[in-house]
Structures are given as C-alpha cells and as structure tokens.
C-alpha cells in the first residue's frame, strides 16, 4: 500500500469515528428549552417554512423537527436534527458549542452530513488534528452576523471568522461560494436562522 492510500485510509476512518461520535451526540443530545425571539433583519412573524429537497428527511414532528428547532439557540438545535450530526460533533469538539448558543441573532450555513464525508480528505485531517485552529476557523467562517432571510441571502456577507462568502442566486435556489448549494434553507433556531448546505466552505488563505 502506498503512503497516499494509507494516509486516505487513516482520513476515512477518522471521519468514520467524527460521524458516529456526532450521530451518538444526536441521538442522545438534550437541548435546553428556550423561546423563539425575533430578530429586525428577520422577524420570526414573517418566517416561511423551511424549502429545499433535503428538507424531507428533517423529522416532521419530536425531536429535530422544524418546530422543535425554532425553540432551541443555533447550537442545540443543529444537535437535535440528525442531519447535522457530524457538524453538532465538530462544533463541540471546536469548543464552539455554548459560543453559537450565547450568540444573538446569527445565519449559519450549516454542512451536511454528506457534505462533510466529501470534504478534501487532506483538508480534513488537518482540521481533526488542530480543533482550536484549523477547525475552528472553518467553523466559524460558516456563520454570518444576522438572520437573513431567503430575501437577504443574495450577495456578500462577512463570517465570524473575519473573511468574507459569497451567495448567488434567488427564490428557492441559493449556491455559496459558486460550490455549495443550499439544500434545506431558512430554518428557525430561537436566536439563528439556519441554511442546510451540501458542501464544506473552505476560508481564503492569507
């Protein structure tokens, strides 16, 4: 076996072990009870429901659903929504968990599952062996100040980890950084809206 087949190996499984840490995380996760606030760029009154073809597998009622989710701080709810399992796991592991929760009025675009097993497998290594550095970063650059709405979402927005992304498109259709698509967007967290994207972004480098 040569020395790149063996580092991919050593790469899937450890994504293999981050998934199922995070999927153990989702299936056993408790959430703290909180109640949905309004935000001015994104009042929850005028709230539609979420839209996207990843949206069927969200649980349409209990635990992870929509309407569970709105009760729960951005955090707590990616933990209850299967779906996001691996990046409930990496937000913890990154020690971003009670940030995101503490934060008032934020947009997350949030990985799927799938998305983060097709992340670079070098890419991802490197962020697994430095959580408080590499991970951190690539964490952080997927949350933007505010809720926006689908609305909002067209344009350039500046991430918490202080470069900037860029979204195309309108109505139903959304793709971020011209790679990652939204694939279930404009779901309600108490004090975040949520955007499901099939993609891991990458920040620029310096």
């Known amino acids: 076996m040569n020395r790149r087949l063996a580092r991919t190996g050593i790469v ?20 703290a009870a909180g109640t949905p606030t309004a935000s001015a760029s994104h009042p929850m009154e005028h709230a539609m429901a ?28 990616a933990a209850a929504n299967p779906m996001l399992a691996t990046l409930s796991h990496a937000l913890m592991q990154a020690k971003l968990t009670d940030t995101l929760n503490a934060s008032s009025g934020i947009t997350v675009f949030a990985p799927t599952n799938a998305a983060f097993s097709s992340m670079n497998p070098d890419a991802l290594m490197m962020a697994m062996h430095d959580p408080q550095g590499e991970l951190t970063k690539i964490l952080t650059y997927h949350v933007v100040q505010g809720q926006l709405s689908p609305a909002q979402l067209t344009g350039t927005h500046t991430t918490l980890e202080g470069s900037t992304i860029r979204v195309t498109g309108s109505g139903e259709n959304f793709v971020v950084n011209g790679t990652a698509h939204v694939v279930c967007g404009d779901i309600h967290a108490s004090n975040a809206t949520i955007y499901m994207i099939n993609g891991v972004l990458t920040p620029p480098t310096s």
């Open 50 to 77: 979420p839209f996207g073809s990843a949206c069927a597998s969200v649980p349409a009622s209990g635990s992870g659903s929509f309407e569970m989710q709105m009760h729960d701080p951005a955090a707590s709810a």
């Open 12 to 31: 899937a499984l450890g994504f293999a072990a981050l998934a199922a840490a995070g999927a153990a995380c989702a299936n056993g996760s408790t959430t």
